[in-house]
């Protein structure tokens, strides 16, 4: 789906192109469009993994076992990967507002729809309706955070964009969680319904209008993907997929880890995991003043090595098991941080690459190419549980580094 950027006469001061007020450094502050980007990226994450807190009231209401229920995440994760790019490389010019408003509409509503279902199949049937309205609205706000900002601030917008997607983490799936456990499982989706909803107000209120102009050649699927057809955007989507990789197979199996690790309780382990959480949330926000001081390329860099050295310093400590609690809560800190810091500096490097003008195509691409990292990372991450434990970090160390020594392909800027 190609958007177009707004004509420099209908731009406004706070708006995308003029993000500060008349007299006021752009520095200042961020543009409250943003807002709206964060949100709706919030809304379509926490819907994501929203079935896993209720999996087994739905499973028991719609008579399926928890396996085959569970599929309903596997559906709209797999759902969004294939369906992002080939939104991205439709030959149509639609405005990018219009394009965002159309998607979280359809995504709110089959959110509403999940309360009148009373079938495993008209389940699914909505949860696809919702994956392929999610697989527009994420990679349209993240090609607008980047093509829109000025080039010396594009980490931080991208980071305050995907603020939503560790918040949705944070927040949005437990909170749907006890939604569900205090009235019923059907609420959990009435709820993401209403993030939808609020995502789709604060955009038609926040995100200005724009203009494409007359006289423009409609684009064909060439021209849309000419710009990712080169051995720099492949190695930055090698690298993105090796960096995914190696977090999954560690987080994906993080609760046995711990648990083996530790020898916490449940309480001490939902207490480790909250520092995980503040550490991810703090991960995004310095990752993108990271990339603005020192560029997206050596930004990843930085952000890669520490992750390595939080999962070294996690394989050290298990010999002595039972570990301290407090020791292991500051290196999940820095893990979660460094983690989280992955995604606006690999994004950040895609966009600087391909350009602006290919920058929805782009995200889309790469989105696709994160759901095949948690996918390979998760399976090789469940291969290794069935060896030992205490190989998980050393796993994601080793598929971290590959990406760390495949960045020389990545061209560097002129």
């Known amino acids: 789906m190609r958007m177009h950027s707004t004509s420099p006469s209908s731009e406004r001061p706070g708006q995308p192109g003029q993000p500060g007020r008349p007299g006021q450094p752009e520095r200042s502050r961020r543009p409250w469009w943003l807002v709206a980007l964060a949100l709706a990226a919030f809304a379509v994450q926490t819907d994501d993994y929203i079935v896993i807190g209720v999996l087994p009231d739905i499973s028991a209401d719609v008579r399926r076992s928890e396996t085959l229920t569970g599929q309903l995440v596997t559906v709209y994760s797999l759902v969004c990967a294939l369906a992002a790019p080939l939104w991205a490389l439709l030959p149509f010019r639609v405005p990018r507002r219009r394009a965002l408003c159309g998607a979280l509409t359809v995504f709110a509503a089959a959110n509403f729809a999940v ?80 993030l939808g909803a609020g995502a789709l107000l604060a955009t038609l209120t926040m995100l200005p209008a724009e203009s494409v102009s007359a006289g423009v050649p409609r684009p064909t699927p060439a021209d849309l993907v000419r710009p990712l057809l080169n051995g720099t955007v492949a190695a930055v989507l090698a690298v993105t997929v090796l960096a995914v990789a190696g977090n999954l197979a560690f987080q994906t199996y993080l609760a046995p880890f711990l648990a083996e690790a530790t020898g916490a309780t449940p309480r001490t382990l939902a207490a480790l995991l909250v520092c995980s959480g503040i550490g991810g949330l703090l991960g995004t926000q310095t990752s993108g003043r990271l990339i603005d001081r020192c560029a997206p390329l050596r930004a990843f860099v930085v952000v890669g090595t520490v992750f390595c050295a939080a999962m070294l310093a996690l394989a050290a400590l298990w010999p002595v098991r039972p570990v301290p609690t407090m020791p292991v809560a500051l290196l999940l800190a820095v893990w979660s941080a460094a983690a989280w810091a992955v995604p606006p500096a690999v994004q950040s490097l895609m966009l600087s690459r391909a350009g602006a003008e290919a920058a929805a195509q782009a995200m889309a691409v790469q989105g696709s190419s994160v759901y095949v990292g948690a996918a390979l990372g998760s399976a090789l991450g469940g291969a290794v549980v069935a060896v030992d434990l205490v190989l998980l970090p050393v796993a994601a160390v080793a598929l971290v580094s590959l990406g760390l020594l495949a960045t020389p392909l990545i061209k560097r800027s002129a």
Do not use: C, K, Q
């Open 115 to 194: 309360p009148l279902t009373t079938s495993y199949a008209a389940l699914m049937a909505l949860r696809v309706v919702a994956a392929l309205s999610a697989a527009v609205v994420l990679p349209i706000a993240l090609a607008a955070a980047g093509s829109e900002a000025p080039p010396e601030r594009r980490g931080r917008y991208l980071a305050t964009v995907l603020t939503g997607l560790t918040g949705a983490v944070l927040i949005g799936v437990p909170a749907g969680t006890w939604i569900g456990a205090v009235f019923d499982w059907r609420a959990t989706f009435a709820f993401a319904g209403l």
